[in-house]
C-alpha cells in the first residue's frame, strides 16, 4: 500500500453539493450517482487494493453531455476522470476524492458497420466482445483481445493502447484504430482521423492512444474490422527448460512464421490453469507453449507441420494438435482464464513489462530469485512472440507485510525489464501502479517533453490527474 | 548561400540546435533530401541533415526488429533485412523518379514522412512498425521515446508524434522499426477492363475475404495503359498462395477471368504503383495523394476529373486515390472541394514552389485540431527554428 495519491482539494471537497447540483442541471437523476452506496461500485478498478471513493459520478447519454459535463468541470475547477467498465489492472480508473468520475457505460450502441469499406463507428462504452459480436453475422471481427474482452470496453481499451494473445498477427490497439471522436478538457469536441487511413498533420489518435484518460474523454470510435480466417488451430508443445522453449520462439520466427499467438506459460501457471480449465495442458514440462496459426484446413496443416518440424529440433517433452473445436476452445479457456485461475489459490499481483524476447531465460531466472527472496511464489504467462511478461506474484493478503512485499518484488521485477532493454508495460499501462517507476525508463528530459505534450491538452491537470507521471518534479516542463 | 551542417553525433547536433536556437536561426531539417519537393517550401539559411548519422545499432531477426542511426541509408536497412529474409512491411515508396530529385532516401527521412506502399493495407503504415525514436528537440534536448520491444505503452506515445513531423518537431538521431519475414511467394490477380466503380467492388471484396490480400489497386486507361487494370496481391508459402488464388478467383468470378502475374513481374508493378509511376510523365501537372474511405474512391475522384483534366489511380483498395491535375490554384481547390464532400484528406505531392508556398499542401485542419498542432509544435521547438511552415504555416 505504498503508492501515494495527491492531497485532496478541501475547496472542491467543501463544494460537493454544489458541484453535485450543478451536474443535475446537466443531466437527469438516472445518470448523476451520488449516494454513498452506490458510488462505492466505482471506487477502484481490477487494482482491488487501493480505493478512492469520487465525489460523484456521472453517466452520461451522449457526446454531448459529457462535453456539458467537462465544461461544467472545467469551468469549477472539477477534477475528473474517466471510466470504461474498471478492469484496469494498473489503477488507471480509480477515482480521487475530489473527483467526478465520467462514466460512458450508458454509452454502448453500435452506430454503423461497413463491411465493404472493412469498418465499424460505435460508440466508446461497448465492451470489445461486442463490437466483433456485433459483426460476427458477416463473418468479420475486431481483432485486438485482451483476455478480459467480455467486459473491458473500447474506450479503456484506447486509453490504454490494450493488446491480447492474438496482437502477434494482428497487432495492438493503437493498430487497429482509425478515428475517434474525443472531449478536451474545456467541453470541446474534436474529431480525429475517420473512415479512411493515415491523418493530415500530426499523428493525434496515435498520441491519444494509451494517454489513460488524461488528454479528453473518447465518445465514439471508428475501429477497423477483419474478415475472419477460414479456420485456427493451436498446438502445445512443452519443454523441459525456460531455454529450449525460448530458443525454439526464436527458431519459428526465424523461420519466418509469424503464428497468430504464440503464448508462453512456466510450470506454476500450467498447474493453475489445468485445475482450473481442464484443457489437458501437460504437467510434467517446466514451460509449455501455445501456437495457433490459421488459414484453411490444408493450410494449417502445412503450417503445423512446419512448426512441428522446426520443434523437434528441441526435443520437446510433449507435442500436441488440437484435434476438435472444443479441444481448441479448452486451450484457450485455460490460458484466458490465467488471472482468474490464479486468483483461485493466492492473492496475487499481475506484473506487466516487456523484454526483448532472447533475454527471456535471464528474465524468468531473474525473477525466479527475486520473489524468492521475498518468500514468495510467482507464475509466468506471457505473449512470447513480443516479449511482453505477465508474472502472476502471489501473496497472502491476511498476512501482515506480504502485500508490500509482492509490491516490491513487482517493482524489481519491472525494473529488471527496463534494464534488460525493454519497458515497464506492454499493454496494462502506467496507471498509479507504475507511476513512480517512470524514471527508471525515462530521464528527466525524456519526461519532460511528455509532460509538455500532456500540457497541451490539460494545463491544469484535471484530467485523471494521480496518474502515469510521477507526482514529484510535474512542474519541471 | 545555405550552410550545411552535418554533425555526426547526437551530442553534436544538440549543440548545433542550441545554437540555432540562441541566434534564432531557422534551420530545414533533411535526410538524404529526396523528398524536398514535398510539403510547403522552407525558408532557412542553414540546413541541418542527419545523414551522417549512420550506421545499424541493433538488428534482431528472431526479435523483428532494426534500429539504425537515422541518417542510414534506406537501401543499406533494406539489405541487412532481406539478408535475412526480412523487410520492413509497409513498402517505404521511392519518389526520387516522381520529384526529379537525387540524393539517398535515410531512414530517417522514411520516419519524419510515414509515407506507405501499397501493404499498408495489410501490414499497417510507417508509423505502425516504428516502436523508437531518439531526437533532439527545439531545446537541444535529446529525448528518447518508445523503444525497442513492440508492445510498450509506457507514458505517451511520442513516436507517432514523431512520425509524419517533417521534421517539425526535431531532428531524429535514431529509429527503431519492426519488420516482418519475407513471404516464400507472392503472386498477383491482374483483371481487365472494369471500370472504377466494379473496380473497387471486386477489390472490397478480395479484401473483406479471409485471403488476407497485401495489395488492391486499379489504374484506369490511360497513357500505358490501353485497357484498365485491376491489381490483387496474394504473398505466403507457395501452397498457400496456390490456394488463395484459386479460391479469389471463384469469389470474383463474376468480374472476368484474371491474369496470373508470378512474382518477378508482380513485384514491379507494384513498385510502379508505390512510386506513383503511372502518372510520371505528366510533367507539368501537380500531383497529389487522397486518403478516402475505399467506397467513396471512385466518387470523389470523379468528383475532380468532372472539373479538370488529369489522370489518377487507386491504391489501398480505393482508399488511396493518387491523381495529377493542372498545376493552378483552381485544380487546387476542386481537390479540396472534393475531399470536404466525399471525406478524407489529400496531401499536394508535387508541384512548383510557386503553387506550394500559395496553397495548403496538406489537407487543412479544422480550428481545434490546427490550435493543438501549433501548440504542440511550440511544446517541441518553442522557437520555430526546424523546418518552420513545411505542414502548415507556423507549423
Ligand atoms: C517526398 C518523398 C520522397 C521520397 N523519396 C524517396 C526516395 O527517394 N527513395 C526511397 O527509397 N524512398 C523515398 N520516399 C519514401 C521513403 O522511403 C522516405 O521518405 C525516404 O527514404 C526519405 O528519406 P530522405 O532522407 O530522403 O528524406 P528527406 O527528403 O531528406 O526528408 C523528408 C522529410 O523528413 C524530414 N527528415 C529527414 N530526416 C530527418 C531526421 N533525421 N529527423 C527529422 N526529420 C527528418 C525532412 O525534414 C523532410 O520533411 C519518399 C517519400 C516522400 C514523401
Ligand atoms: C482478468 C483481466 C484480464 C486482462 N487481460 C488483458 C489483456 O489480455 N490485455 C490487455 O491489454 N489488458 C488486459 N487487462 C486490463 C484491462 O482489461 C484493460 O486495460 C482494458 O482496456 C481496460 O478497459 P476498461 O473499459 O475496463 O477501462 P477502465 O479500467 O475503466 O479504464 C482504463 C483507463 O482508461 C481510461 N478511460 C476509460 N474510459 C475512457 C474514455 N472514455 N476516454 C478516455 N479515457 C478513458 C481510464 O481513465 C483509465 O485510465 C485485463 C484485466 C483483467 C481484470
Redesign the interface.
Known sequence: MSIAFPTPDAGILARRDEIIAGLAQILPPDCLITSEDERRAYDTDALTSYRKMPLAVALPRSTQEVSDVMRYCHENGVKVVARGAGTSLAGGAIPQEDAVVIGVAKLADVIEM??????ARVQSGITNLAISGAVAHE??FYAPDPSSQLACTIAGNIA??S?GAH?LKY??T??NLLGVTMV?VDG?I???G??????????????I???EGQLGIVTEATVRIL????GARPALIGFDSAETAGAC???I??A???PVALEYMDRPAIQVCEAFAKAGYPLDVEAMLIVEVE??D??IE??LGRIVAIAEDFSPQTLRVAQSEAESAAIWKGRKSAFGATGRIADYICMDG?????QLPHVLKRIDEIVKSYGLGVANVF?AG???LHPLVMFDAAKPGDMQKAEDAGSDILKLCVEV??????????GIE?RDL?TY??NK??????L??????DPGWLLNSAK??PLEGRDAA | MTSMHEPASEEAVAEIVATARADRMPLCLAGGDTKAGIGRPVQAAATLTSRKLKGITLY??????IGAKAGTPLAEIEAALAEK?QRLAFEPPDYRALLGTEGEPTIGGVAAA?L?GPR??MA??A??ALIGVRFV?GHG?????G???????????????M???WGT?GLLTEVIFKV?????TSTTLLYSGLDDERAV?AL?EA????FEVTGAAHVPVGEGYQTAQTLIRIEG?E??VD?RLGELREALADYGDPAVLAHESGDSLWRGLRDGAPLIALADHAIWRI?????AGPALAAAIRSKVQGRHYFD?GG??IWIATPADDAAAAHVRAATRTH???A?LMRAPPELRAAIDV?????E???R??R??KN??DPDGIFNPGR??AG?
Request: proline share 6%; hydrophobic share 35%; charged share 20%.
Open positions: 461497413n463491411f465493404a469499406d472493412r469498418y463473418s468479420f490504454m493502447n493488446g496482437c497487432g495492438v493503437t493498430n478536451l470541446t474534436v474529431e480525429l475517420g473512415a479512411h487511413l493515415d491523418a493530415p498533420g500530426y499523428d493525434l489518435l496515435g498520441l492512444t494509451g494517454s474478415r475472419q480466417a477460414e520462439v526464436a527458431a520466427i526465424g519466418g512464421i509469424i488459414g484453411s490444408e493450410e502445412d503450417q516487456t523484454i526483448p524476447t532472447g505473449h513480443d516479449g511482453n532493454g525493454g519497458c515497464l508495460t506492454g499493454e496494462h499501462g502506467v507504475k517512470m525508463q525515462y528530459q525524456d519526461l519532460a517533453q511528455q509538455r505534450v500532456r500540457g497541451v491538452f502515469v507521471f | 534482431e531477426p528472431a526479435e523483428l526488429v529474409g510515414n506507405s499498408r493495407i499497417g503504415a508509423r505502425d528537440n534536448e535529446i529525448v528518447k521515446n523503444g525497442r520491444v513492440m508492445k510498450n505503452v509506457t507514458g505517451l506515445d511520442l513516436v507517432k508524434l512520425g509524419g513531423s518537431l516482418l519475414p519475407i513471404p516464400e467492388a472490397s479484401l473483406g475475404s479471409p508459402f501452397s498457400s490456394y486518403s478516402t474511405r475505399p467506397g489501398w482508399g488511396l471525406g478524407g484528406h496531401t496538406f489537407e487543412p485542419l479544422p481545434p485540431l490546427m493543438i498542432s501548440e504542440i511544446r517541441f505542414m502548415y507549423i
